[in-house]
């Protein structure tokens, strides 16, 4: 998980005769055809490499708890969670993620931004207190972090260094947490804070991809760019950085309310828009590496699925979490009714469009009551 370059000017293109226009526009096609194989490998070579590996099950913030779901099998289903974590300290979980000791860590956005009296918090479960779910579904957190100057914190991502990088929608920062902080806990002040210029706007989704941080501003239609030779080193206090790149709307929906972002096996960047049109959208490294207003390289939009005989329900709607297993299969989740959580495959991927998911998830036995970031983790239901 890891990004920059900056946008140059583009001489005009001279005129072209109507013959070379065609040997373009077929040598485009070829190109075309010959990405779409790729993916397709890259795809393969993803699953077929995690083939041996550990099972994994999905975890889901779910507005007042998480959630663990198992395996996704083909077609539609009304399934309970696997094992609920109810934590009495839990305000608003935003975001679930593991860290490199499969303890899980929830961005707790609490309660004070909307009146209430818990404030936003990190905290973090270890393994074994989530084999021990069944047992004790409301365990208190190992290791919890307060600080004042978190606001509404909902996602995060770990660097390979064990750093947190954490982002705060309420804030309109990014803060980075040192594995000595978090092991400490308690509450603390942040040695390590990013802000932006232009400002972010509600910033959501964050990735690192070949060591650059990706922030999407869900209060907007962009997300940035920063460059790792731009990014502070840890524990060297505010700074304001400015994007090395930009991505805007394309002026047909390609990024509206911007939500999760996720790299795939292949390089290319996953947005989720929480905003009409409610799609998923894919950008290609080509684009990923020079910004603009580009038309991703693929759309999936909402689907009508059959649920019941005379019930259909969307397979996005308001999307948030996305997230890849260790097949290169991709799950998203709905923060409105129905809280639907759609499983792609690699085909459905590549296919786009209005395609009824692998899978979907939907109805009153998943609890599921405006879920927000969901990740993959380890199955401890075993």
Do not use: C
Not at 330 to 358: C, D, H, N
């Amino acid at each position: 998980m890891y990004a920059s370059s900056s946008v140059e000017n583009v001489p005009a293109t001279p005129g072209r005769s109507g013959a070379r226009r065609a040997h373009e526009s077929g040598f485009r096609y070829l190109l075309t055809g010959i990405r779409a194989l790729l993916v397709a490998s890259a795809i393969a070579v993803a699953a077929a490499g995690t083939a041996m590996a550990a099972s994994q099950a999905l975890w889901v913030a779910n507005g007042t708890n998480v959630l663990e779901f198992g395996s996704f099998s083909s077609g539609t289903h009304d399934t309970k969670p696997m094992v609920e974590l109810n934590s009495t300290v839990f305000g608003a979980p935003q975001g679930v993620v593991f860290d490199a000791s499969n303890d899980l860590w929830v961005i707790d956005g609490g309660t004070a931004i909307m009146g209430g009296t818990i404030p936003p918090s990190l905290e973090e479960f270890t393994e074994t207190q989530l084999k021990n779910l069944k047992k004790d579904p409301t365990p208190m957190p190992n290791v919890q972090i307060t600080s004042t100057d978190l606001v509404f914190p909902q996602q995060a991502v770990f660097d390979a260094a064990g750093n947190m990088w954490v982002s705060d929608n309420g804030a309109n920062e990014v803060f980075v947490i040192t594995p000595t902080q978090l092991a400490a806990g308690g509450n603390i002040s942040f040695t390590t804070t990013i802000a932006s210029d232009p400002a972010f706007s509600g910033p959501l989704g964050i990735v690192l991809h070949d060591g650059n941080l990706y922030i999407a501003n869900n209060g907007s239609t962009t997300i940035f760019e920063f460059n790792s030779d731009h990014l502070p080193s840890v524990g060297s206090g505010l700074h304001t950085l400015v994007p090395d790149l930009t991505f805007s709307d394309d002026g047909m929906g390609s990024i509206q309310a911007p939500w999760a972002l996720v790299f795939d096996a292949a390089g290319d960047l996953w947005s989720s828009n929480a905003n009409a049109p409610f799609t998923l959208v894919k950008f290609s490294p080509a684009q990923v590496t020079t910004g603009g207003d580009p038309t991703p390289e693929t759309t999936i939009s909402p689907f009508e699925v059959k649920v019941s005989t005379h019930t259909e329900d969307e397979s996005l709607a308001a999307p948030n979490g996305i997230a890849f297993d260790d097949k290169n299969n991709l799950v998203a989740i709905s923060s409105a009714t129905p809280f639907g959580l759609a499983r792609y495959s690699g085909m459905e991927q590549m296919t786009g469009g209005s395609i009824k998911p692998f899978s979907f998830l939907a109805g009153s036995n998943t609890t599921l009551n405006a879920p927000a970031g969901d990740n993959f983790g380890p199955d401890i239901s075993n």
